[in-house]
């Protein structure tokens, strides 16, 4: 079985070359990527949220993680927006306690908050919570973070080539073709 560094490599190499930028970034990629697939893989659900501007991002995340087409089981993930709508009123430390409480209750094999956007945002505050959320930062170098620069290629296409690298990855660990070791 190969490591998921090496899976990854052969992957971004395999892509067109618009997907070279990810070559040098893969350090900064497996380890949060292979934290989380691990606890996907223990049965934890995952919450998606993004900033603003990249809310259509949560929406094309939760349509391709599950469509049928992937031949895989289904996995536990949805939009935190819809099942909290009226997250973007939260603003004290007290209001994100009880929604972590509500959401322990509601995700008893628990659960870790993916959320991609700008470190500035209305909602990285309760990403920012706990260090076991996945992590996709924009222009912000945040700790257990994959920092993603917006630079010479545009940042929706590195948000869909991402996507699509992580769910090969999530495909790959599934099937045994890589080790999360």
Request: aromatic share 14%.
């Given at each position: 079985m190969?490591s998921?560094?090496?899976?990854t490599?052969?992957?971004?190499r395999?892509e067109d070359s ?14 949060v990527v292979?934290?989380?697939i691990?606890?996907m893989?223990?049965?934890?659900s ?14 094309y ?5 599950n469509?049928l087409?992937?031949e895989?089981?289904f996995l536990?993930?949805?939009n935190?927006k819809?099942?909290?709508?009226n997250?973007d009123?939260?603003?004290t430390?007290?209001d994100?306690d009880?929604?972590e409480?509500m959401?322990d209750?509601s995700?008893?094999n628990?659960y870790?908050?993916w959320?991609?956007g700008?470190?500035?945002s209305?909602y990285s505050?309760?990403?920012?919570r706990?260090?076991e959320?996945?992590?996709w ?10 920092y993603?620069r ?6 929706d296409?590195k948000?869909?080539?991402?996507f699509?690298l992580?769910?090969?990855?999530i495909?790959?660990?599934?099937f ?6």
């Amino acid at each position: 079985m190969i490591s998921i560094l090496n899976w990854t490599l052969e992957v971004i190499r395999k892509e067109d070359s618009s997907f070279s930028w990810m070559e040098e970034c893969r350090y900064d990629w497996v380890p949060v990527v292979q934290s989380a697939i691990s606890k996907m893989l223990e049965g934890q659900s995952i919450l998606i949220l993004t900033d603003e501007p990249r809310g259509w991002y949560a929406k094309y995340i939760a349509y391709h993680m599950n469509n049928l087409k992937n031949e895989r089981p289904f996995l536990p993930i949805y939009n935190m927006k819809s099942v909290f709508p009226n997250l973007d009123k939260m603003t004290t430390p007290q209001d994100l306690d009880l929604l972590e409480d509500m959401l322990d209750i509601s995700y008893p094999n628990g659960y870790f908050v993916w959320y991609i956007g700008t470190p500035d945002s209305l909602y990285s505050k309760f990403a920012f919570r706990n260090y076991e959320n996945l992590l996709w930062i924009i222009d912000g170098d945040i700790p257990n973070s994959f920092y993603i620069r917006n630079g010479s290629t545009p940042l929706d296409i590195k948000l869909i080539q991402l996507f699509k690298l992580f769910n090969n990855t999530i495909d790959a660990s599934l099937f045994n073709e890589l080790s999360l070791e």
